[in-house]
């Protein structure tokens, strides 16, 4: 069973740095594949100015990234505050940003737009959040209320090898946790997420065809429920979304299924109900204005807020590039896709 993210949380960034760091050699020297580790700080806001943000995460990048740290959260902030965040993103390379969408939906689609303007694969590294609690292994949501760790897991290829039944990993996952409880650290619990897998050789579409429905089809969305129950229902701690992730620019086969018009906004909106993460990684045309991309980040958060479920939309609009234009992905973590209809 790989670990996609080790995550360790503090107000002090070198403590979580020092956390992270505990939590990721124990496991290793058990046996276990982990392929990031980080960290995540309480919401900026609470220690930083706006003015000084930027030059401050720049700073902390810089001594997380020598501390062999793959990535850093600095959490939520408010939309107000998003004029420093768009600063820090331009500024630095591997820190993680997000904002609460509730508040104004105007803000953050203009934060979005203003981050494609000058690099648009940028926006992997920012999210609109709502009702994301903290603990959160997953990134951008990540931010810390108190000290410990939290693990992030990548189950999809083991369900695929089970048939999709996520019943099948209890016992890996009930061996996982003794060991993490078995430490000097405070372990907040894991994220068993069916997220898509970094080495593209399974698909959170064939978990959800393993379990008897094809994603676009009128049966998706109540397995998806189904798929979200059963995963919630493992007897281990669980931190985060809980659910399943349509994170389309990281699968290759939900990057097909857009390419081919069989896969849609509206059939992510349903499934976020169900639930996935909300909006994700989703391609969209350079031209989409920012009236039309608020509206989209407003479904979001009315589904957050009606399903009481932790939700966030990760957007890629992409300048010159209109609807089933190829966006071209210059991160090592993307795949190529056609730009999605967002009104589809």
Not at 110 to 125: C, F, K, V, Y
Request: glycine share 4%; net charge negative; with cysteine.
């Amino acid at each position: 069973m790989k670990i996609r993210a080790v995550t360790g949380f503090s107000a002090d960034f070198m403590k979580a740095i020092s956390l992270a760091t505990e939590a990721a050699d124990k496991l290793r020297n058990n046996n276990y594949d982990i392929q990031f580790v980080r960290i995540a700080t309480h919401p900026w806001e609470s220690w930083c100015s706006q003015e000084d943000f930027p030059s401050r995460a720049l700073e902390i990048e810089k001594i997380t990234l020598a501390s062999q740290i793959d990535f850093i959260s600095f959490g939520p902030c408010i939309p107000a505050s998003l004029s420093a965040v768009v600063k820090a993103i331009n500024m630095t390379e591997r820190s993680f940003f997000s904002s609460w969408m509730d508040y104004d939906h105007a803000a953050v689609a203009t934060a979005i737009i203003d981050i494609s303007n000058t690099n648009p694969m940028n926006n992997l590294r920012f999210a609109g959040t709502s009702n994301v609690l903290p603990s959160n292994p997953f990134f951008p949501a990540a931010f810390a209320n108190e000290e410990g760790v939290s693990l992030a897991l990548e189950i999809t290829g083991d369900l695929v090898e089970h048939n999709g039944d996520p019943n099948e990993l209890t016992e890996d996952l009930l061996n996982l946790e003794s060991l993490c409880q078995d430490s000097s650290w405070n372990y907040f619990g894991m994220d068993p997420s069916i997220a898509p897998p970094l080495d593209y050789q399974s698909s959170v579409a064939e978990v959800v065809e393993l379990n008897g429905s094809s994603l676009g089809s009128e049966g998706a969305e109540l397995t998806i429920q189904t798929l979200t129950h059963k995963i919630r229902s493992l007897p281990v701690s669980q931190v985060g979304y809980r659910g399943v992730m349509f994170a389309i620019m990281e699968d290759k086969k939900l990057v097909d299924l857009v390419n081919n018009d069989l896969l849609k906004i509206s059939h992510l909106l349903e499934y976020a109900g169900r639930c996935g993460t909300g909006l994700d990684t989703v391609p969209l045309p350079g031209n989409i204005s920012k009236t039309t991309l608020a509206q989209l980040l407003k479904k979001v958060t009315d589904i957050s807020i009606e399903k009481n479920k932790p939700l966030s939309a990760r957007l890629f609009p992409m300048p010159e590039c209109r609807i089933g234009d190829m966006v071209r992905s210059e991160s090592p973590y993307l795949l190529d896709c056609s730009a999605m209809d967002p009104e589809s």
